[in-house]
């Protein structure tokens, strides 16, 4: 299996820019995570799908954040307009069960960086 | 507020030696603790988990201990290899819902 897969890996853009992060999550697994890494807060929960419903948005940041999850095996975070505050590692996790006690498999992260 | 804490960012330890690493969290509702490790690069994985009724969960060189009272765990690691090097992030869920993640701790073993 590929595990999960995350794209772009690097991205720059200039503030007031509209970046996608794409993830397709491991082919049978039911709940997909959006997290970011920063150093002072370390990896937070952006907001979860489980069968491509979203049921936790709580940690999106603020309306500039949308996600959506239109298949099993494809979601998409956005940041429109993006804010150098916004730079950070966006992570993608997949995993068999909603519950989070089950292990979740992370992709490899997308590195934003916003001027 | 942080709910899951690391306090340590960074911890250097020899090869061999014993490496010890801290967890603490606030919410006592929490029944199931992980740690994940990170190398650069990568997206973080799990390495062991225990749940609230036990206090000790062991996988090889891996040992994780929970202490509810003081609402503290820790990750022993021994003997420490210099593969070993990651980020270590500590985890907590109540009631199966979403994991939240301490800010981690960068080891290092050195020769």
């Known amino acids: 299996d590929a595990g999960v897969i995350q794209s772009p890996r690097h991205e720059v853009t200039e503030m007031g820019q509209e970046v996608t992060l794409r993830c397709k999550p491991i082919s049978g697994h039911n709940s997909l995570f959006w997290y970011r890494q920063t150093m002072m807060r370390g990896l937070e929960l952006l907001i979860y799908f489980n069968n491509n419903v979203p049921i936790d948005d709580s940690g999106m940041p603020e309306d500039r954040f949308s996600a959506k999850m239109p298949n099993a095996s494809f979601s998409t975070l956005k940041i429109q307009p993006s804010e150098p505050r916004d730079s950070a590692v966006y992570f993608c996790?997949?995993?068999?069960?909603?519950?989070?006690?089950?292990?979740?498999?992370f992709g490899p992260g997308t590195r934003l960086t916003v001027t | 507020d942080q709910q899951v804490k690391q306090n340590s960012p960074s911890l250097s330890v020899q090869e061999g030696r014993i490496s010890i690493l801290n967890c603490d969290y606030t919410?006592?509702?929490?029944?199931?603790f992980l740690w994940y490790k990170k190398y650069p690069a990568e997206g973080p994985t799990f390495l062991i988990s225990i749940s609230s009724i036990k206090d000790k969960n062991e996988d090889g060189r891996f040992t994780v201990f929970l202490n509810k009272s003081a609402k503290h765990l820790s990750l022993h690691i021994v003997p420490s290899q210099p593969g070993d090097s990651a980020v270590y992030f500590c985890?907590?869920?109540?009631?199966?819902?979403?994991?939240?993640f301490g800010t981690g701790t960068r080891l290092q073993v050195f020769p």
């Open positions: 919410n006592s509702m929490f029944d199931y």
């Open positions: 985890a907590a869920t109540a009631w199966g819902d979403k994991l939240i």
């Open positions: 996790a997949s995993s068999l069960a909603k519950v989070a006690d089950h292990e979740q498999y």
